[in-house]
T-cell receptor, first 115, second 112 residues
């Protein structure tokens, strides 16, 4: 089975621009979660999609939005980029709505730098 | 709301010594607890998790952790450190859903 893949691996954007990050789920997984990991910190939960519907959201402003497609791949969109949005963005896929009997698999992340 | 506190942002041990990484959690319902490892420029890899049942959980690479409800702790241990264990370790908590709340991480250094 294929793993979780994210694209691009690195990205540089200017403050005020918009960015789209992509994530392909592991085969058979219908849930995707996005996390922001600032330098030297732990991942912070942005939101989660389950079967194309948003299924939970962390403490992030509305300019962070997402989509999940019928093949369960996902996009994270960030509008009006700010310098503090510079971080590693991680995508994790899993099966179902609970982690009790499954595991979340992480991609290698997209390193976003806002200048 | 759930949260995790990792005590000690940096831990240094000698090769062959005991590894102990501390994690305390806060949760209003019975938690699911996880330990992940992150190597430089990579994503996170699951070491072990606790959901229900046996409170001593064994994971990959010789790591284990014990869920102690009375102490709200889930400390990670390994009897003998190896150079390849040097990495960042994250403790996380989940409340029977699919998202996790992570601690700030502990960087483990292993000295020869």
């Amino acid at each position: 089975e294929t793993g979780v893949t994210q694209s691009p691996t690195h990205l540089i954007k200017t403050r005020g621009q918009q960015v789209t990050l992509r994530c392909s789920s592991q085969s058979g997984h219908n849930t995707v979660s996005w996390y922001q990991q600032a330098l030297g910190q732990g991942p912070q939960f942005i939101f989660q999609y389950y079967r194309e519907e948003e299924n939970g959201r962390g403490n992030f402003p509305p300019r962070f939005s997402g989509l999940q497609f019928p093949n369960y791949s996902s996009e994270l969109n960030v509008n009006a980029l700010e310098l503090d949005d510079s971080a590693l963005y991680l995508c994790a896929s899993s099966r179902g709505q609970t982690l009790r009997n499954t595991e979340a698999f992480f991609g290698q992340g997209t390193r976003l730098t806002v200048v | 709301a759930q949260s995790v506190t990792q005590l000690g942002s940096h831990v240094s041990v000698s090769e062959g010594a005991l590894v102990l990484l501390r994690c305390n959690y806060s949760s209003s319902v019975p938690p699911y607890l996880f330990w992940y490892v992150q190597y430089p420029n990579q994503g996170l890899q699951l070491l072990l998790k606790y959901t229900t049942g046996a409170t001593l959980v064994k994971g990959i690479n010789g790591f284990e952790a014990e869920f102690k409800k009375s102490e709200t702790s889930f400390h990670l241990t390994k009897p003998s450190a190896h150079m390849s264990d040097a990495a960042e370790y994250f403790c996380a908590v989940s409340n029977n859903n699919n998202d996790m709340r992570f601690g700030a991480g502990t960087r483990l250094t292993v000295k020869p």
